[in-house]
């Protein structure tokens, strides 16, 4: 059974930085593709972030120049720093990891879910 745990969570003020952490345990299979996504209350699931094993990255135009993911693959460990935080990235974060390059039903496990609130 895959799990994946994540950390790093909480309250900031706007301007500041949190780092995010994921370690996938009981895993099966080789990741190849981690990422995090977020839900703000009333919007849709969005991917932030994408990593590929060889490192190759993707980000989502909101965050570009503020967040950089990254991975430790000795850990099955994904990370996400987030710096120059504003109340617009308040939300809940979720780190996904795929035995694939992509992100679907039968490849990708998720983790609980970590709370991002921004605010003064």
């Known amino acids: 059974q895959v799990q994946l745990v994540e950390s790093g ?18 895993s099966s299979f080789t990741i190849k593709a981690m990422a995090w996504y977020r839900q703000a209350p009333g919007k849709q699931r969005e991917r932030v972030a994408k990593i590929l094993g060889g490192g190759s ?31 617009e990235d308040t939300a809940v974060y979720y780190c996904a990891m795929s035995s694939t390059n992509f992100f679907t039903t ?10 991002v609130t921004v605010s003064s």
């Open 9 to 26: 969570g909480g309250l900031v003020q706007p301007g500041g930085s949190l780092k995010l952490s994921c370690a996938a345990s009981g």
């Open 57 to 87: 990255t993707n980000y989502a135009d909101s965050v570009k120049g503020r967040f950089t993911i990254s991975r430790d693959n000795a850990r099955d460990t994904v990370y996400l720093q987030m710096n120059s935080l504003t109340p």
């Open 106 to 115: 039968d490849t990708t496990y998720w983790g609980q879910g970590t709370q």
